[in-house]
């Protein structure tokens, strides 16, 4: 089936065929048919799996025939999402794919200020992607006003419970009313979620995406195990091989993303840091500085890992390994968005095995191993532009002459 042939208007079409998406995705298939039939959706999805345009066409379609009825402009659609970044995101594409369609999309998250999303409100919204906290001090303000809304899309539900966003929720529905259409979309589900989903959705369609191995299939991931004080020299090796590709690098720590920062910069190589420690504006800018291409490698902690969407991310290292085998997941499903392929790299140290073994228990697979043969391992090392690694030439330097004696 081809998005020419669904029951949507031209306008959303011809967005679609713009954006180059000929064919739904898995998500895209399963869900917007019953969507626009109205009904109540719990999807199990990652980001990377075309689920944004999933529930974003079929709100639209709704959007549309919802104006056609009744002309008085109102909020028809609220999505709620758990970070700034998802929400900048998400509204945007509602705002490519409702190009031709004069959708009005507001969008409000904290961290900036609110005179420019007051300004979206009041010109009359069809659609408000928001963050909780903000979305309550507009409502409370008298600047929201989410009372007529038709439906409910709660996106990354999971990790709007691990950021303590339940209460949030649940007042939601007290300012919105019964009779609503809702989608509810979560990267993973346990009980908690479970309970969640089932007091906001009524009879909902259930889908889930590739149950047993969340990683997307079109990711190569692999491990190397590297000396925890090499992997940057193994991250200047791989960069410089591969001098045209984007990269996302995960790092376990803010101080840790600065450092490697400035490690590639000793053997010139030009990378930007992301953390929660910078201003809302600044992670804005960087992120955007990374999506046009001004910047191709970006080194962050895991608050990128969820649900940003930059294309044409060719690899993804994970410096370090994540705590959690979770984040693994979100983090690899940066690369290989949509129809693309993406390469996963994660260099393993010893005191990491443990959380490699728990990666592997979580994805229900086995991580392919490159093995790095001992000469090759010496080269990338040697092979250093980084004249602060003198003293490991030294020393391998000592132990081939001792052996020499020898
Ligand atoms: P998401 O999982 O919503 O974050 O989407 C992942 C990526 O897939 C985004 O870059 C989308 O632009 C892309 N995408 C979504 N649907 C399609 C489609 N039907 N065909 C091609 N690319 C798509």
Redesign the pocket.
Same mark, same amino acid.
């Given at each position: 089936m081809k998005f020419e042939d669904y029951r949507i208007a031209e306008s959303i079409k011809k967005a679609l065929s713009e954006? @180059?998406? @000929? @064919? &739904?995705?898995d998500i =895209?298939f399963k869900a917007i048919t019953p969507i626009l039939n109205g009904e109540d959706v719990l999807a199990i999805a =990652?980001?990377? *799996?075309? @689920? *944004?345009?999933?529930f974003v066409i079929p709100a639209i379609e709704m959007v549309l025939q919802e104006k056609k009825r009744h002309a008085d402009a109102h909020i028809r659609c609220l999505t709620l999402v758990p970070t700034r970044e998802l929400a900048v995101q998400i509204s945007k594409?509602f705002e490519e794919i409702g190009k031709y369609s004069k959708l009005k999309v507001a969008c409000l998250h904290g961290g900036v200020e609110q005179e420019k999303q007051i300004q979206s409100l009041t010109a009359g919204a069809d659609v408000l992607v928001t963050t909780p906290g903000r979305m309550f001090d507009l409502i409370h303000q008298g600047f929201a006003d989410i009372s007529k809304l038709k439906m409910l899309i709660l996106d990354e539900a999971d990790l709007m419970l691990d950021l303590g966003f339940y209460k949030d929720v649940t007042d939601t529905l007290k300012h919105i009313p019964k009779k609503r259409q809702t989608l509810f979309f979560s990267a993973t589900i346990d009980k908690k979620i479970k309970k969640l989903a089932y007091s906001v959705v009524k009879n909902a369609i259930r889908i889930q995406i590739s149950p047993k191995n969340p990683v997307a299939k079109n990711i190569d991931h692999a491990v190397v195990f590297v000396e925890m004080d090499d992997k940057r020299f193994f991250l200047e090796n791989i960069l410089k091989e591969y001098e045209n590709k984007k990269f996302v690098v995960f790092v376990r720590t803010k101080v840790r993303a600065e450092r490697v920062v400035k490690a590639m910069e000793r053997v010139e190589l030009k990378s930007v840091f992301l953390h929660g420690g910078i201003e809302q504006k600044e992670r804005f800018k960087i992120l955007e500085a990374f999506r046009n291409g001004e910047e191709r490698v970006l080194v962050t902690t895991d608050v990128a890992a969820r649900?940003i969407?930059i &294309?044409d991310v060719e690899y993804v290292i994970n410096y370090d390994l994540p705590d959690n085998p979770e984040n693994y997941v979100h983090r690899v499903g940066r690369t290989g968005?949509?129809?693309n392929r993406g390469q996963a790299l994660s260099f393993c140290s010893d005191t990491e095995v443990l959380l490699l073994e728990a990666i592997e228990e979580y994805t229900g697979e086995e991580i392919l191993q490159y093995e790095v043969k001992p000469e090759d391992y010496d080269q990338i090392i040697f092979g250093s532009e980084d004249s602060s690694n003198d003293w490991k030439r030294l020393m391998k330097q000592f132990e081939t002459d001792e052996w020499l004696d020898k």
């Open positions: 954006l @180059k998406f @000929k @064919k &739904p995705t =895209q =990652q980001t990377g *799996t075309g @689920k *944004t345009a999933a594409v649900g969407d &294309p968005r949509g129809r």
